[in-house]
């Protein structure tokens, strides 16, 4: 079993709040804000004013905000100020990562870990006691609606081996469906980012039961 972040990105952006309330109304425990810089990915999407108006329609939801973004510590408490649960940073994209991790924990905030698929779990390592969610890119970030690199399978199940049975939730993001969930959760996943999948089901609800069972 898994639970389940809606990202955002794959929602209809004319109707960002009623969409939102339709995954939560369909049973997903997360938000996903996926902010992107068209420096870090050749994207762009939204920013802390999303988060804010959404935290603000919806004070309940957790919501996960993945910063696909250049030096992320830029923007550190804007995003906490805004309302955001989680905040996870990329490594590929910020210095001194540690120090990042332990400003998203003193602003109050669960601090999150992203790798890209080429990324290597080794600094993971010395990263542990300062994350409370590690977030394994299981496509290339930027776009919604890739398939997953199937390689990423045994690197869910590494990174498994070295969280152990820490706290800390393993998140896989990109390319989750019905199709792939229950080999990602079998991997060793515990949290699924799901934007396609979610929000272009013909039946949400059932979609999310059916990739949470790893069906
Ligand atoms: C991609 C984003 C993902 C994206 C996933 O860079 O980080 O969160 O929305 O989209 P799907 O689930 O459609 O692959
Ligand atoms: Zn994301």
Redesign the pocket.
């Known amino acids: 079993m898994a639970d389940i972040a809606a990202?955002m990105?794959?929602a209809d952006p004319l109707r960002f709040g009623a969409e939102a309330k339709r995954a939560l109304d369909a049973g997903v425990k997360r938000i996903?804000m996926?902010v992107?810089d068209g420096l870090f990915?050749p994207n762009l999407s939204f920013g802390q004013a999303f988060v804010k108006a959404l935290h603000e329609a919806e004070p309940g939801a957790a919501q996960d905000v993945?910063l696909?973004v250049e030096n992320p510590a830029r923007y550190l408490s804007e995003f906490a100020e805004a309302g955001a649960s989680f905040i996870t940073v990329h490594q590929e994209a910020t210095p001194h990562l540690q120090r990042a991790l332990a400003q998203i924990r003193a602003l109050g905030k669960k601090a999150g870990l992203a790798l890209n698929p080429s990324t290597s779990l080794e600094g993971l390592k010395y990263l542990l006691d300062d994350i409370d969610l590690l977030l394994l890119?299981t496509?290339n970030?930027?776009?919604?609606?890739?398939k997953l690199i199937p390689a990423m399978l045994r690197k869910v199940a590494d990174a498994r081996e070295l969280i152990g049975s820490r706290p800390i939730d393993l998140q896989v993001?990109?390319?989750?469906s019905t199709e792939t969930a229950g080999a990602l959760i079998r991997a060793g996943a515990n949290w699924l980012?799901?934007?396609?999948?979610a929000f272009g089901a013909p039946d949400m609800a059932q979609a999310l039961a059916s990739m949470r069972g790893g069906s």
């Open positions: 990202s990105l794959a996903h996926d992107m990915v993945h696909m890119m496509v970030p930027g776009f919604g609606g890739q993001d990109g390319g989750v980012v799901a934007g396609s999948a």
